[in-house]
């Protein structure tokens, strides 16, 4: 039964106490029952009420309040007469500043509560709420050993405060506390007033001496003041509130926290059978995963640090690439292994192992403090995965660093930048030259091999590409993939394009100061008219394709009688002139694409140098 219109409202004074400034004021509502303060100090607020009903009886009413910012609080006056029932009550409203600043997580009981021990299942509950958070998304095991104190009116079962430090790098980490009571079980609301009101307070405090987070209440007030308790089918009333604290602007000594719970039982009525418990829990990464550095060099030999070389299916690769991997680590963690990742894009491939690593094997390598040197290429075990040909351009690495706490897993893992992945050219390319990289020299970029795919007609046969990882094997502009060093389109020796540009070279030689003989002459000047003819008809039908974006050949060096840029003339104007004597092709004039260019450096092999913006770069 509602009593509140047998109240005259305007007779009501409550009792209001700051708790810090211990100032204390009393006030009376307007007939509308509301009460104005015009100025009201911040703190945590403690209101006592009590009234004589005009049939009898006294009604009671007992709230605390922490005034932050605006919201009305509702009193709920409940009787505390023998035979009163949850029905015998009034509210009165009090707008006030104050802003609720808490997550609660919906309650959830077991199905065999009723045969478990309250504390056990207070507990349990608890538990299994904070397992299911995630302050990082990357760190999903870091949240299965979160530390848990707790206090209750009953027994002490768990530590009552907990000091932890945070790792370097970790720059959040997640508060998460339950308020659970069976007062109003046993007794009801009507009793669990004024000096039966079971008090607890939590604290978080940086070791500068600041306060992070402070909460302090009585049980009472949570039929109003969040957090509210919620009736549970276990018979308790329950709490859960969980809080993230972003710590990443903090000077790095103050990293220390020290967390405590206490709670003080009020009053003695009845049975030891009542109780209330607050539990707490910190999580934080107990491993992270600070930072990853790619290594562009090893020993002498240098990389362009982007570039990887990805070998075919079943092949190692030769040369290694490293990365440097900054992790800390909290107090009783164990590092135990770095799993290394290829992470192509989702619609080519699922991630590739390409290694796992003990922390104690040789290829890990302590560089001091928190950084490890650890291998990125196939370079212990060969290619598994089931990539046969040029799938992707670009990839990153992920690195998972695996470890324990307090004998439970942890990790923690970290994206690397993005790399440019190199390939073998296809096997339907011919091949010229007598040495070889024991890198291998062939490799290309994924558009670089479609573009050998589509367009092998149109050249001879390849020298090299590229090094492994882009490395410098005597072409600098060849670290891309991009660039492909092709034999002349004649073929007068086919040992190297050094013996076949020196073929070309003592014909014309021999024309102008050989044999007088007529016959030999023109056997000199069948292989120079050959040669002109297609090396232009060979430049000419690259230069026509897209792709294509320079190209380079021969110059012609000065040898004997035979001044620099000999081959040049020959090429632009179909002759060349010594002295008195003139070699003439009868091609005529050749007027080259603007993406020709020539020297000397390309006597002995054309160049191809493709356009990266217009080759074939997705994925």
Not at 33 to 61: A, C, F, S
Not at 98 to 126: G, H, M, P, R, V
Not at 205 to 222: P, V
Request: charged share 20%; aromatic share 10%; net charge neutral.
């Amino acid at each position: 039964m509602n009593l509140s219109q047998l109240i005259n409202i305007e007779d009501i004074t409550l009792a209001v106490t700051n708790e810090q400034t211990q100032t204390k004021l009393s006030l009376s509502p307007d007939s509308q029952g509301n009460i104005v303060i015009p100025e009201l100090e911040l703190g945590l607020w403690q209101v006592n009420g009590k009234i004589e009903h005009p049939t009898g009886g006294y009604y009671r009413t007992f709230a605390q309040f922490e005034l932050n910012e605006n919201t009305m609080v509702s009193l709920r006056y409940f009787s505390y007469a023998k035979n009163a029932t949850l029905s015998d009550y009034f509210d009165v409203l009090i707008p006030l500043t104050k802003k609720i600043n808490s997550s609660e997580i919906n309650n959830q009981s077991f199905s065999d509560a009723t045969t478990l021990d309250d504390y056990q299942l207070a507990q349990d509950l608890f538990l299994k709420n904070i397992e299911g958070q995630n302050i990082l998304a990357t760190d999903t095991s870091n949240n299965k050993n979160a530390k848990m104190i707790g206090v209750s009116t009953r027994y002490q079962l768990w530590d009552k405060e907990y000091e932890f430090t945070l790792p370097d790098g970790v720059e959040s980490f997640n508060l998460t506390y339950s308020v659970s009571t069976n007062m109003w079980q046993y007794f009801g609301h009507d009793v669990c007033l004024g000096q039966w009101n079971d008090s607890w307070e939590l604290s978080l405090q940086n070791n500068n001496g600041s306060f992070y987070y402070a909460q302090k209440r009585g049980i009472y007030s949570q039929l109003y003041l969040g957090p509210i308790l919620k009736p549970n089918p276990d018979g308790a009333s329950r709490a859960i509130i969980s809080e993230v604290f972003n710590v990443s602007h903090i000077n790095p000594k103050n990293r220390t926290f020290k967390i405590k719970v206490d709670i003080g039982r009020s009053g003695s009525y009845g049975s030891n059978c009542r109780w209330s418990m607050v539990l707490a829990s910190i999580n934080y990464p107990k491993i992270k995963l600070v930072k990853v550095k790619s290594i562009s060099s090893s020993g002498k030999i240098k990389y362009p640090s982007e570039i990887v070389s990805i070998p075919k299916l079943g092949n190692k690769n030769v040369f290694n690439r490293s990365y440097d991997l900054t992790i800390s680590k909290a107090e009783n963690t164990v590092l135990s292994s770095i799993d290394v990742y290829l992470m192509t894009p989702e619609s080519i491939s699922t991630p590739i192992l390409v290694n796992s690593y003990d922390f104690m094997s040789k290829e890990v390598i302590n560089l001091g403090g928190d950084v490890y040197r650890v291998p990125v290429t196939f370079k212990l075990e060969g290619n598994k995965s089931n990539l046969t040909e040029a799938r992707f351009r670009n990839f990153k690495y992920q690195f998972i660093v695996n470890g324990f706490h307090d004998n439970q897993e942890v990790n923690s893992q970290l994206l690397s930048g993005a790399h440019t992945a190199l390939w073998a050219m296809p096997e339907k390319v011919k091949r010229f030259g007598w040495t070889r990289d024991k890198g291998g020299d062939d490799w290309s970029s994924k558009g670089a091999y479609a573009w050998l795919e589509n367009n092998f007609s149109l050249i001879t046969r390849v020298n090299d590409i590229s090094g492994e990882h882009g490395r410098n094997i005597g072409h600098k502009s060849h670290k891309y993939g991009t660039d492909i060093d092709t034999f002349q389109f004649t073929e007068l020796d086919n040992k190297s394009g050094q013996e076949n540009y020196n073929r070309l070279q003592r014909a014309v030689s021999n024309y102008f100061v050989g044999n007088t003989m007529v016959s030999d002459e023109q056997k000199h000047l069948d292989i120079v008219k050959i040669w002109v003819s297609n090396q232009r008809a060979g430049l000419d039908a690259l230069s026509t394709v897209s792709e294509v974006q320079r190209l380079y050949s021969g110059y012609g060096s000065k040898y004997g009688e035979l001044s620099a840029g000999w081959l040049y003339s020959l090429m632009i104007n179909g002759n060349l002139t010594i002295a008195t004597k003139v070699l003439e092709t009868g091609l005529g004039s050749w007027e080259p694409s603007n993406k020709m260019k020539f020297n000397n450096v390309h006597n002995n092999h054309d160049h191809i140098t493709l356009d990266p913006k217009a080759l074939i770069l997705i994925p």
